[in-house]
């Protein structure tokens, strides 16, 4: 780790030096005037809208809903099974074929409400915004949406399978982001806040209505993506059963990497925002690029990094330059190298989530070794993208 003290507060950095963008990101949020102690950036950090994904921020009774982002609630679960990988690898194909057909991806949507599955619905707090979501949201939950997010078959050193799911909150949770994005530039411009607008970083009060009413909204929708997580891994184990009778789920793994909590740092309470990036206690996960290793980690929590870790590797190329850059066959022939099994309808813009397109997960892991320690190492045969 090393430290930036040119601005306000200062920025300490995990990994090498972070391209000018990221940089120019991380320095806005370390002159904003409630930014408390410092600012830290996790190994994976890249670029993002308003502050950087993989950077951690501490306020001081502010919260911005674009140092949470879009997907809120984005996160993983990871869970081993009781079977051989080996007796998996064999079956693979049959595996996802099967998660596919139950698992919408993409802009995909169930056909039918899921609320009964689930009483996410019924506990859903009486907010406009919210409450005109909630039918669409219903056909969402349990879909797995597109992008970088997956459901994988892993093996783990033992030779036995996993399986990690990555998705986030769909649609509902980019309503609420941009919503009060909307309604905090107004309140900031009403009021004259020093905040320069161009910096993508509007902010409410938590003390005000309208920063409480979208602290209940992303909470909510922190809610969702777990459910719709724990959904889409009943239908893997669905599938894992039926070729495997007897097969049982062991301890499972959840985690979020974008939202924002509060809670005390440095003798003070605070509101912490992570945005790609994890709370670094207890047991956390740490996915790889498609086609690279994850980790099942435990969590050092360190202060430095308000008790944080990357979510995952990084992007060192945007989705438009890795398309560029990137050929079809050649993703796919790596993929065939490295033994991974793809499954998704249109491989058109497969090259948006090659390997080359991330940082090394390795290295990433290499420069968080005070902030995280590897467990367990996965290393993938089977994926599912959207």
């Known amino acids: ?7 306000r507060v200062p920025i300490f950095v995990w990994g090498e030096s972070a391209d000018d963008a990221t940089l120019q990101q991380t320095r806005n ?10 600012v830290a950036l996790m190994p994976d950090a890249h670029v ?17 809903p674009h140092a949470v982002g879009l997907d809120i609630g984005c996160g993983v679960r990871a869970w081993p099974t009781d079977v051989p ?4 690898r064999s079956r693979r194909d049959e595996v996802l074929g099967q998660v596919q057909r139950d698992v919408p991806q993409g802009f995909d949507w169930h056909r039918a409400s899921q609320a009964h599955r689930t009483d996410l619905f019924r506990e859903a707090p009486d907010i406009p915004v919210l409450s005109a979501e909630l039918a669409k949201a219903e056909r969402q939950v349990g879909s797995l949406g597109g992008g970088n997010h997956f459901i994988e078959l892993q093996t783990d050193p033992d030779g036995m399978a996993w399986a990690m799911i990555h998705s986030g909150s769909r649609n509902v949770g980019k309503q609420i982001a941009e919503h009060y ?3 905090a530039r107004d309140v900031n411009r009403r009021e004259s806040s020093p905040v320069p607008p161009e910096w993508g970083l509007a902010h409410l009060g938590i003390d005000t209505s309208e920063g409480a009413e979208y602290l209940a909204a992303m909470g909510w ?11 889409m891994a009943e239908a893997v184990q669905q599938a894992l059963d039926r070729l495997f009778p007897g097969v049982r789920p062991r301890a499972h793994t959840d985690i979020h990497h974008n939202y924002a909590a509060i809670e005390t740092h440095f003798g003070e309470e605070v509101v912490v925002h992570r945005k790609g990036a994890v709370r670094a206690r207890g047991t956390v996960l740490v996915p790889g690029s498609m086609g690279t290793a994850s980790y099942v980690c435990t969590g050092l929590a360190n202060p430095d990094a308000f008790e944080s870790c990357s979510h995952g590797a990084g992007r060192v190329m945007g989705r438009k330059a890795a398309l560029r850059a990137l050929p079809r066959e050649r993703v796919l022939a790596d993929l065939e190298a490295r033994d991974v099994r793809l499954m998704k309808t249109k491989k058109g813009d497969v090259a948006e989530e090659a390997p080359q397109a991330y940082k090394d997960i390795e290295e990433v892991m290499l420069w968080q070794r005070d902030l995280v320690e590897p467990r367990v190492r996965l290393t993938p045969f089977a994926v599912l993208k959207g």
């Open 1 to 7: 780790m090393h430290t930036i003290s040119t601005e």
């Open 29 to 38: 949020l370390a002159n904003l005037p409630f930014a408390f102690h410092h």
């Open 48 to 64: 993002g809208y308003g502050m950087p994904i993989g950077g951690v921020l501490a306020t001081l009774g502010q919260v911005i």
């Open 85 to 88: 990988a080996a007796e998996v």
């Open 181 to 183: 994005d909307r309604l």
């Open 221 to 231: 929708c922190l809610r969702f993506a777990r459910e719709s997580r724990r959904l």
